[in-house]
Every structure is written in structure tokens, then in C-alpha cells.
């Protein structure tokens, strides 16, 4: 009689940014992200400074949201800015 096909648990360690949780197989690729990470105060970017405003949903449904913004008056398209000039921390 044939033994039984049992899955192996098989345990891994995985590399996680201590700014906004995401995780990686290579521990390279974290040092990279944590490096450029948008949550990461040394990034300078728009998600951890005090002049970022999140987007907000319209009124009622058929209204349109307002999109992300800079009360600094700095312009960025899609991506948030990182090193910019005018960042603050958000908490003081
Ligand atoms: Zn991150």
C-alpha cells in the first residue's frame, strides 16, 4: 500500500520594511525599498510630510473627489515627490 502524500511545512524568512510593512524574498531588495519608501521620513516624500493632503471622496456619489494635494503648493503628477525641498515631518 502506497504511503500518504503529506504536505511539508516549509518555514521562510522574508524581509519586512519597518515603514509600511511590505515584504520581500531578498533582503537586497528590501535595503532598496526601505531607501526609496514613501513612508520612510528619510525619503522626504509627500506620505510623511505635513503638507501632504490625502484625497478625498466627492459629496454624494455623482460628485467627483478632490485628488491628492500639496498645501506647500508643490506640484506632482501620478507620483509623490520624495526628497522634496519643502518637506516637514508630519509629526512635530
Ligand atoms: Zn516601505
Same mark, same amino acid.
Given at each position: 500500500?502506497?504511503?500518504?502524500?503529506?504536505?511539508?511545512?516549509?518555514?521562510?524568512?522574508?524581509?519586512?520594511?519597518?515603514?509600511?510593512?511590505?515584504?520581500?524574498?531578498?533582503?537586497?531588495?528590501?535595503?532598496?525599498?526601505?531607501?526609496?519608501?514613501?513612508?520612510?521620513?528619510?525619503?522626504?516624500?509627500?506620505?510623511? /510630510?505635513?503638507?501632504? #493632503?490625502?484625497?478625498?471622496?466627492? @459629496?454624494?456619489?455623482?460628485? $467627483?473627489? *478632490?485628488?491628492?494635494? /500639496?498645501?506647500?503648493? #508643490?506640484?506632482?503628477?501620478?507620483? @509623490?515627490?520624495?526628497?522634496? $525641498?519643502? *518637506?516637514?515631518?508630519?509629526?512635530?
Amino acid at each position: 500500500m502506497a504511503a500518504v502524500a503529506l504536505p511539508i511545512p516549509v518555514v521562510v524568512t522574508r524581509h519586512q520594511c519597518p515603514f509600511c510593512r511590505i515584504t520581500r524574498a531578498k533582503r537586497e531588495a528590501m535595503v532598496a525599498h526601505i531607501a526609496r519608501c514613501w513612508q520612510n521620513p528619510a525619503t522626504r516624500a509627500c506620505k510623511t /510630510c505635513v503638507h501632504y #493632503v490625502p484625497p478625498e471622496e466627492g @459629496p454624494y456619489p455623482e460628485h $467627483p473627489g *478632490w485628488p491628492e494635494d /500639496c498645501d506647500a503648493g #508643490v506640484d506632482f503628477g501620478d507620483q @509623490p515627490a520624495a526628497n522634496c $525641498p519643502s *518637506w516637514q515631518p508630519k509629526e512635530a
